[in-house]
């Protein structure tokens, strides 16, 4: 049997979800076509400009479109010459997985997982880095395929970024070639060599990928790197590509009928399986009516710890668990497994899959080089607009949730929940292409602040990417980190939950807020704030010059006159009277935590209690049961939490 009959959520026999992991050339061949050596594109602030110019001259490209193909790929960042996920390097994100198999993987310390909410620490396995050296599909190795093109050699393309623009210039020009189209100053003659540039081999995700390319030359774009490098692309508004090119590009199309996707997307359908397996166990996901039977009210964003190919062996494997949507770095691929009126088995906590999607995006979290891509950012952000409007999801931070925002369903559950995606997923820049970016919408005295740190030059310390206790490179980061007092001598802040000493480790939310979260102030002190944060008060820096937060107002929960503290909870669960007698009761039981007499946490939803029974195969015996019992969800810590509303009364904050 898969759980208990007082408490289903701990399934037998915890089916674990295994989390899986997975000096510089000289630029003096890049000769300039009109006489002077071009500036270092590693040390001029304007050098990577002038190196997109040289190669687009040089190949025959408008120098447009390797700066749009270039921005997709990486927003024209370096990241230090470190592969990203996939095995790319560079501004052009040219891509040698053969290589990047041949360096260390680092260990990432996320918890095991059961499927029905429960999490325990569990060993890593290293069986999903990259794909067998065998078998690289050709979307993985366009590096070699660039240096054969251009005549430099692989160490030039993945570290020098001059040559590295170099060879993606190359590739489109060949892309172009074999389309049988003419070398042309016309952007709008490169769309098919664009969508072929992807890597893709079906038309929609070439298609996907073109179309986002187009969208950045219509809108234009311009950035400093994380290479403090000046770029820029100047729109064109009005620029409208040949889409009949991809005709010619004998890509293969997708079956897509039983898809949930918008259609600016490329999307296929991969199920998981619901099947029956050994005695009274199945998996790996429970058959619901969603939103008919139970609101869908979160999308939790996950990050894969594993690469494409193994991602999708794991969610078709009937013994392990599930999601609804992976989503491929490459180019923003996106593969639906499990409807969205079904319950798929990823968030860690129960009552949150019974009411959330779950989009897993292939990357590592301990590997801050191991970048997502523009493709996939942009393909994330088109789909949970889709899915937000479709079942009313609100875009912030307390509905569109991190794994690592999800709270713990129980006391005991806490130290297992998991940590994904982590402090390097920029959240600014993914709700910018939401269309909800985190701005002011208060004064000073608004009573609240919403975390917004600028991610490239934000980088708190963090250790633990490669080995315990060992610093992390430096790196952007989402991530600002809390203090007890006013300053960086006072001792990093506690979760007592955890019951471990804070430290800087990568995976240790304890003393940590993540960008877009929403905070009661609980003080000022110079370039100090202080915040209501798990029971206490929490300080952060945050200069008027360089504000790590923004002023916000907003409905704000603090316990009822005379009540000294109220519970907090992990999960919203109904009364005991509410359950009906062939259902058991769940205990409505609080986490270690209180909220004081005199605090203030945000306010998200409120809602009835709510329990989704789903313990056998058979689907005629599943129940919702809705409570009279109401809870707020509130921003309590790094991760969200539940207050019953009869405990507590809500007010505006800043009062």
Known sequence: MRGSVTDPSRAAGHRLRRTTVGALASAALLLPLLGAAPPDARTSTDGLQQAFASAAAKYHVPVSVLLGVSYLQSRWDTHGGAPSVTGGYGPMHLTDARTALAGTVPHHSEGAEDPRGDSARAPLSPAAKLPDTGKIPARLRTLPRAAELTGLSPRELRTDPAANVAGGAALLAAEQKALGAPPSSDPADWYGAVARFSGADDTATAAAYANDVYDVLRTGQERRTDAGQRVALTGRPGLSPDTGQLKRAGLRTLESDETECPPTVSCEWIPAPYEQFGEGDYGNHDLGDRPASQGIRYIVIHDTEGSWEGVLKMVQDPTYVSWQYSLRSTDGHIAQHVKA?????????????????????????????????????????????????????????????????????????????????????????????????????????????????????????????????????????????LYSGPGESYPLIKDVGLGTTPSTGVNDLSSRVSTGQQYAVAGREGDWTAIWYLGQKAWFRNPKKNPTAVNAAGPVVTPKDGVESVPVYGRAYPEASAYPADVPAQAVSPLPYTLPSGQQYAVGDRTPGEYYYAVTFDEASHRVVVGKDEYYEIQFGHRVAFVRAADVRVVPSGS
């Open 341 to 481: 009126e079904d319950v798929a088995w990823h968030a860690g906590n129960w009552y949150v899959n019974a009411k959330s999607i779950g989009l897993e995006h292939e990357g590592f979290l301990a590997r801050p080089d191991a970048w997502y891509t523009e493709a996939m950012y942009r393909s994330s952000a088109r789909l949970v607009t889709y899915l937000a409007d479709k079942y009313g999801i609100p875009l912030d931070r307390q509905h569109i949730l991190g794994h690592d925002t999800v709270p713990g369903p129980t006391a005991s559950n806490i130290r297992g929940m998991h940590t994904d995606p982590g402090p390097y997923w920029d959240w600014r820049h993914y709700f910018e292409l939401l269309g909800r970016p985190f701005v002011p919408t208060a004064g000073p005295y608004g009573g609240l602040v919403t975390i917004r740190p600028d991610y490239a030059t934000n980088r708190p310390e963090y250790t633990g990417c490669v080995s315990a206790g060992q610093p992390c490179a430096a790196h952007g980061s989402s991530a600002v980190r």
